[in-house]
């Protein structure tokens, strides 16, 4: 099972205690079950972009609206 797996499954059991709209659930791929290039908090508000494992690229948070992962300006390595 990927980290990506891992982590998804934690935070879905954790989602019961925590209020609505808040958190972070990782998004997966489905083809080989690591990180998607962008990731949102729970209520979609804030997006950011990360490497296939996980890790946050350097000044990529912003409001969703603002985060394109697939530029290719965008260092994706881990």
């Known amino acids: 099972m990927t980290a990506c797996l891992q982590q ?10 925590e209020r609505e709209g808040k958190g ?4 997966c791929r ?10 949102c908090s729970r209520n ?3 997006c950011w ?4 494992h996980g890790h946050k690229l350097p000044r990529s ?3 969703a609206h603002e985060v394109n992962c697939n ?4 260092q994706l390595g881990d």
Request: glycine share 8%; aromatic share 6%.
């Open 49 to 52: 972009c990360v490497g296939p």
């Open 24 to 27: 972070y659930v990782p998004q």
């Open 44 to 46: 979609g508000l804030i």
């Open 71 to 74: 530029d290719p300006r965008a």
């Open 61 to 63: 948070l912003a409001a």
């Open 8 to 17: 998804r499954m934690i935070a879905e059991l954790l989602l019961v205690t």
């Open 30 to 39: 489905e083809q080989d079950g690591l990180y998607e290039a962008r990731q």
